[in-house]
């Protein structure tokens, strides 16, 4: 699958999913660390990936957009943000959700759940 990180999660995750065979980029690789979050969603979009973030503004821009794609997936209500933690949270329910994210969703994971809503948010 291919990934971009928001600067919100450590680019440790980038390189996780790297090492998991993933292509996954960090902002801050491309120079677009002080990037908004409509510029990183747009770089989302063009470039097929799946937004990974803890930033719930982009779950609002897929709103009012009305897009089915880029994915968003956020990770909420993390006591341990570490890098780590976050992968195997996410590499351990990415077979769950992967049909998901390739069709157009908002996938949250949290600790204890993990939530999916397809795409285009109040579309038919």
Request: aromatic letters at 4%; glycine letters at 6%; zero cysteines.
């Given at each position: 699958?291919?990934?971009?990180?928001?600067n919100a999660?450590?680019?440790?995750?980038?390189?996780?999913?790297?090492?998991?065979e993933?292509d996954a980029v960090?902002?801050?690789d491309?120079g677009?660390?002080?990037?908004?979050?409509d510029e990183i969603?747009?770089?989302a979009?063009?470039?097929d990936r799946?937004?990974?973030s803890?930033?719930?503004?982009?779950?609002t821009?897929?709103a009012?957009?009305?897009?089915?794609l880029?994915?968003v997936?956020?990770?909420?209500?993390?006591p341990?943000?570490r890098a780590?933690?976050?992968?195997?949270l996410?590499?351990?329910n990415?077979?769950a959700?992967?049909?998901?994210?390739?069709?157009?969703?908002?996938?949250v994971i949290?600790?204890?759940?993990?939530?999916?809503?397809?795409?285009?948010?109040?579309?038919?």
């Amino acid at each position: 699958m291919r990934f971009l990180v928001d600067n919100a999660l450590s680019p440790r995750l980038a390189e996780g999913l790297r090492d998991a065979e993933h292509d996954a980029v960090h902002v801050r690789d491309l120079g677009l660390a002080a990037a908004t979050d409509d510029e990183i969603f747009d770089l989302a979009a063009t470039q097929d990936r799946i937004l990974l973030s803890e930033d719930t503004d982009f779950g609002t821009i897929l709103a009012l957009r009305a897009v089915r794609l880029p994915s968003v997936l956020l990770f909420r209500r993390m006591p341990d943000r570490r890098a780590r933690t976050l992968l195997a949270l996410l590499l351990a329910n990415l077979g769950a959700v992967s049909a998901a994210l390739d069709a157009g969703a908002v996938v949250v994971i949290e600790p204890e759940r993990v939530r999916v809503r397809r795409l285009p948010i109040g579309g038919v």
